[in-house]
């Protein structure tokens, strides 16, 4: 009898060591596991400033720092002066051709002038934020890139169709806003493959539809001022774009290549011509503002 309980005892010892050998075994699979988890997340967000020690960029310091002497942001200096010697220049373009070629065009003033006089400041920003992306040479996280598609592509899409919404009417407002908007998306998104392009096609589709639609159901209210208004919330999400960029990888430094005043100011005219005779000779369909 006592033989017996000498071997329950043993068993009954050995089996609760090797319970402990699998927990202790269990405990270091888990650990293993959860070390993998946080170094995922760890090389996830390689790419922000939190891991790559770069400075903390405030908005109150990059504008004190553009708008002074610093060498530091030259290109950042360059690019703004460049974008809005652009926009002047098409703003005088438009009056231009309004005295000149557009002077026999009825209603044109009060109609068309203020429309295309918006196209051309919002054409030099969108330009001018897309080479503020240019400029940067270095990998895109997934998740900048997709906000970079979705918001670029979705505000170029709203004025875009808002300009040509009220002068040409809903369904040329839709179709041209949005085949722009969606090209521009993904444009912005690509630099992070095939989600940055789903987000900016999904964006482009979106903001050109709805800002043509915004156009049309205030064609019997103040449009003008209104979309003076909301182009200029539009180019401050822009500009707020461009800041988050500066702000996940640094300045775009003086190494950087940005492109020459010529390059730029060419860039904004072909853009704001093809809107603008899209606006002016394109077809209309539906009701339209006529001032």
Known sequence: MQNEINEKKNGIQNESKSHEKTDG??????????????????SKTSGSC?????????????????????????????????????????????????????????????????LLALGAIASAVIVGVGYHFIAYKNPV??????MEGMTFGMMSGFLIGAL???????????????????AIG??????CGVMGVI???MAGIMGGTMGAMISVMLL????????????????LVMVGLAYMRTVEYGRIGSAAKIEPPLS????????????????????????????
């Open 25 to 42: 075994a269990q405990d270091g699979k888990s650990g293993g596991l959860n070390d993998a988890v946080q170094k995922a997340g760890e």
């Open 50 to 114: 939190c891991s790559t020690g770069l400075e903390k960029i405030t908005m109150a310091s990059a504008i004190k720092n553009i708008f002074s002497t610093s060498p530091k942001w030259v290109a950042e200096r360059q690019l703004i002066l460049f974008t809005a010697g652009s926009a002047i220049f098409l703003l005088m373009l438009a009056f231009f051709l309004y005295m000149g070629a557009w002077s026999s065009i009825q209603n044109f003033e009060k109609a068309l002038l203020p």
């Open 141 to 146: 996280s997934c998740e900048i890139g997709m």
């Open 164 to 182: 040509v919404g009220a002068s040409s009417g809903m369904f040329w407002g839709c179709v041209v806003g949005m085949l722009a908007s969606c």
């Open 186 to 191: 993904v444009w912005a998104g690509k630099c």
């Open 199 to 201: 987000e900016g096609l």
């Open 220 to 235: 019997a209210d103040p449009l003008i001022e209104f979309l003076i208004l909301f182009e200029f919330l539009c180019l």
């Open 264 to 291: 730029i100011a060419s860039t904004c005219l072909i853009f704001f011509l093809l809107l603008s005779l899209f606006m002016v000779y394109g077809p209309k369909s539906g009701p339209v503002w006529l001032g």
